[in-house]
C-alpha cells in the first residue's frame, strides 16, 4: 500500500477505534515488550534449578509459537531424548520462573509501549470498556501492571482473562469468547488489540476485529485478515 492509501486508511480507522463499544488487549508484546523479560526469567529459573537450559533469543522466539509459559517448557524439554520433568516439576519451575520476572519488573519496570497510555486514557474518556485477553498468568499481569499504570490498576478493566481461566491457551478463542461473556458483548461490538499470528488468530476466530501493533519477537507474521497494522499505537491519534 502506498503512504497516500495507508494515511487514508489510517484516518478511517479512528473513527472505527472510537465507536467500538470495548477495546481488548492482549499483554506481552501488545501492551509492553515484555518478552525478553521474560527469556531472562526463564534463564534465571533454570539455572537456579541446577538445569543447564539457556534459551537464547532464536531458540526463545521459536518457543513463541507454543502459547503459555508452562507449554514452552514442556515443548523445550520433550526435545530431548528422553524427556526429564514431570508436571508438578514444570509447575514448579514455572513458579519459580514467574518469581523472577516480577522481581525484574520491579527491579527495572518494563515501560508502556508508546501510545498504549494514550489509547487508555482516550477509551476512558469515551466511556468506551476496557478488557484484558492473554496467555499469560495473573502475577505477570499484576507484576507488569501495578508498576506501570500503579496499584489500582485492574480497576481500569472490566474483564481480564488470562490463559488458566479457559480449556485452551491462543491462538483457540477461548480467551475471547470467555471476554465477550463476561461483558455481555457481541463480537462486532469489540476491536482486540494484539502483536503476534497467534493472537491474530484468536480474536479472529471468536469474530472480534483485529489491530496489530508489531512486536519485537513476532514483526513478521503474516497479518491477512487484521484490519490495521502498525509499528506502535502512537501512529493512531485516537
Known amino acids: 500500500m502506498n503512504p497516500a492509501l495507508a494515511a487514508i486508511r489510517t484516518a ?4 472505527v477505534i472510537a465507536t467500538a463499544r470495548a477495546l481488548i488487549f492482549d499483554v506481552d508484546g501488545t501492551l509492553a515488550e515484555t518478552e525478553e523479560v521474560h527469556r ?6 533454570f539455572a537456579e534449578a ?3 537450559w539457556v534459551w537464547d533469543r532464536p531458540t526463545y522466539g521459536r518457543l513463541l509459537r507454543v502459547t503459555g509459559g508452562k507449554e514452552r517448557i ?4 520433550e526435545r530431548n531424548a528422553a524427556p526429564a520433568l514431570s508436571f508438578a516439576e514444570i509447575a514448579e519451575l514455572h513458579r519459580a520462573k514467574t518469581a ?10 518494563c515501560p508502556l509501549r508508546p501510545g498504549v497510555e494514550a489509547w487508555l486514557a482516550a477509551a476512558r474518556e469515551r466511556g468506551q470498556r476496557l478488557a484484558i485477553a492473554t496467555t499469560t498468568s495473573h502475577g505477570n499481569i499484576d507484576a507488569l501492571l501495578s508498576i506501570a499504570l500503579g496499584r489500582d490498576w485492574a480497576a481500569l478493566f472490566e474483564a481480564i482473562v488470562a490463559g488458566d481461566d479457559v480449556p485452551r491457551k491462543k491462538p483457540a478463542p477461548d480467551v475471547y469468547v470467555e471476554v465477550l461473556a463476561r461483558l455481555k458483548l457481541g463480537p462486532a461490538d469489540c476491536i482486540a ?3 503476534s499470528g497467534n493472537g491474530l488468530a484468536s480474536a479472529s476466530q471468536a469474530g472480534i476485529p483485529v489491530i496489530i501493533t508489531r512486536s519485537a519477537y513476532f514483526s513478521d507474521d503474516d497479518w491477512t485478515g487484521a484490519l490495521l497494522v502498525v509499528d506502535d499505537l502512537s ?4
Open 12 to 15: 478511517g480507522m479512528r473513527n
Open 40 to 45: 531472562r526469567a526463564f534463564n534465571d529459573a
Open 50 to 52: 541446577g538445569l543447564d
Open 74 to 77: 514442556r515443548a523445550f524439554d
Open 100 to 109: 523472577h520476572y516480577a522481581a525484574l519488573i520491579a527491579a527495572g519496570g
Open 193 to 195: 488489540i494484539e502483536d
Open 235 to 238: 501512529e493512531i491519534d485516537i
